[in-house]
C-alpha cells in the first residue's frame, strides 16, 4: 500500500471545527433543515462552490477520509509527494483585492479570519 502526501498553499479561511451543515446554514445556501451530513453525494460541496464568488474556491485538505475545507481564493500552490515546486517569491500566490474583498464578507458571516496557509493531504 502506498501513501501519498500533497502540500498546499493557499490565501483562505480555514472552516475548522465548522460542519458542512452549519457552513451552508450560515452562509445562506441551503434551508436551516436541510441534511449536509452526508457529503458522499457532493450536494452540499457542489451548493456551496455554486455560491461562492468566482475568485473563490473549495479546498480540501487533511485526508480523503476526515476532510478539513478551507474557502480559498483561487491559484492556490499544490506540491505532490516527489514532486518539489520551484516557487517564484514575486509571484507567490498573489491574491487579487476582488478576492480579499469576498473572503473579508465571508469572514464577517463566519467569524473566521482569512489568512495565508500550508496544508497537507494524505490519502492512504
Keep these: 500500500m502506498s501513501v501519498s502526501t500533497d ?3 493557499l490565501f483562505g479561511i480555514n472552516i475548522g471545527e465548522l460542519s458542512l451543515q452549519e457552513l451552508v446554514e450560515k452562509l445562506g445556501i441551503y434551508e436551516e433543515g436541510t441534511d449536509c451530513s ?3 453525494d457532493g450536494d452540499c460541496l457542489e451548493a456551496l462552490e455554486e455560491e461562492l ?4 474556491e473549495i479546498v480540501i485538505t487533511t485526508h480523503s477520509e476526515y ?4 474557502i480559498a481564493a483561487k ?3 499544490r506540491a505532490w509527494r516527489g514532486y518539489p515546486v520551484l516557487l517564484d517569491s514575486k509571484e507567490l500566490l498573489k491574491v487579487t483585492d476582488k478576492a480579499r474583498k469576498d473572503l473579508a ?3 464577517k458571516k463566519l467569524d473566521l479570519a ?3 496557509w500550508l496544508a497537507s493531504y494524505t490519502d492512504f
Aim: glycine share 8%; proline share 9%; hydrophobic share 30%.
Design 105 to 107: 464578507k465571508i469572514s
Design 38 to 40: 452526508e457529503i458522499e
Design 7 to 9: 502540500a498546499y498553499l
Design 67 to 70: 476532510p478539513e475545507y478551507f
Design 53 to 56: 464568488p468566482k475568485t473563490l
Design 114 to 116: 482569512a489568512g495565508y
Design 75 to 77: 491559484g492556490y500552490k
